[in-house]
């Protein structure tokens, strides 16, 4: 029978915290330090007493926690940086955001692990992790990761701004705006390339100049406008009728 590995954690984030309670859920034992809880002396015990020493703290703390600890080229640190390429270390990223709430086992395993192809594989770099991983080339990890943050950081901005608007401006309640969000979603999951629906699609000038003009003044207006340059850019001969096909 393989041997249940030992984990060790250093960070105390929200993915860390995640990650530790899935690993609870697994029952893979672990330990989590944070980084002020590390020296040089507790480092070395706890790499001697773990298999995998996984490093969840923020990317710009990384390299120098790597460098100030001699961790290159051992190949117990793992480090979950969706950007960063460090050489003599591997990585592994998990495809997910991590709210503060905690998940269920059958949510930890949904999502996918991205890798760096260069790398060891996925059952060697998080051994008795079950999830579906996939592996690709580390130069292009920095626009893996670019998507992942527009997708889901900038998308979170702009619903911050939806709901804080309708209910300041006209008290239109959180529970009564959500059904715009949800179905939106919903759209986007059961068909993301068909889903966007509104003035850039219709390419309707009245309504998009309209819209510029009440966001004069307007911290968003840059954005609107820097979507809709977007879609003309990505999109330059699309016309109305492609609505219909």
Known sequence: MRQVPRYAIIGAGKMATHFAHYLKLLAIPHTQLSRAEITQEKLQSTLLSCDRLCLLISDGAIPDFIEAHSLRYNSKIIHFSGSLVIEGCYSAHPLMTFGTELYTQEQYQSFPFIIEQEGSDFE??????????????????????????????????????????????????????????????????????????????????????????????????PIYQAFASAFQNIHPNYTTEDTLS
């Open 124 to 221: 060697n770099l998080l051994p008795g992790i079950p999830n579906q991983h996939y592996k690709i080339p580390k130069n292009l990890k920095p626009f893996y990761h670019s998507l992942c943050v527009m997708s889901g950081n900038f998308s979170c901005i702009l619903w911050k701004k939806y709901f804080q608007e309708l209910k300041e401006k006209f008290n239109i309640l959180e529970k009564d705006a959500k059904p715009y969000l949800n179905i939106i979603f919903q759209n986007i999951c059961n068909n993301p390339y068909a889903a966007l629906t509104g003035p850039l699609i219709r390419q309707d000038k009245t309504t998009i100049e309209s819209n510029m003009n009440a966001l004069d003044n307007d911290p968003f207006q």
